[in-house]
């Protein structure tokens, strides 16, 4: 078991950059796959983005490829959130989560530890 804390969320205008950070925690963090969720108010959770326990292989849903990129900094333990050109549409509250099931890491159902979420709101 592994705990995450989110960070960097906040309200920004159409085209611009927000940063989010997730901490991640725990005895055998290293060996979990983290991945970005996002929920918006009356929808449900969706993939954003997520990278492999190494470092090595990084997957994004098609909405926001291009626009966001994912990094790890496993000195840090942290995993970061890069998002570029965001749009309205970004508006969620925005999870990190953590799983050992390194196959389906765009499968919510796949995640057994989450963090508590925060807050990016774009304006238009």
């Known amino acids: 078991q592994v705990q995450l804390v989110e960070s960097g969320g906040g309200l920004v205008q159409s085209g611009d950059s927000l940063r989010l950070s997730c901490a991640v925690t725990?005895?055998?963090?290293?060996?979990?796959?983290v991945g970005w969720f996002r929920q918006a108010p009356g929808k449900e959770r969706e993939f954003v983005a997520a990278?492999?326990?190494?470092?090595?292989?990084?997957y994004y849903a098609d909405s926001v490829k291009g626009r966001f990129t994912i990094s790890r900094n496993s000195a840090q333990r942290t995993v970061s959130l890069q998002m570029n050109t965001l749009k309205a549409e970004d508006t969620a509250v925005y999870y990190c989560a953590a799983t050992l099931d390194y196959l389906r890491v765009k499968l919510r159902r796949a995640y057994h530890d989450w963090g508590q979420g925060t807050q990016v709101t774009v304006s238009s």
């Open positions: 725990g005895r055998t963090s290293s060996r979990y796959a």
């Open positions: 990278m492999s326990r190494d470092g090595d292989h990084e």
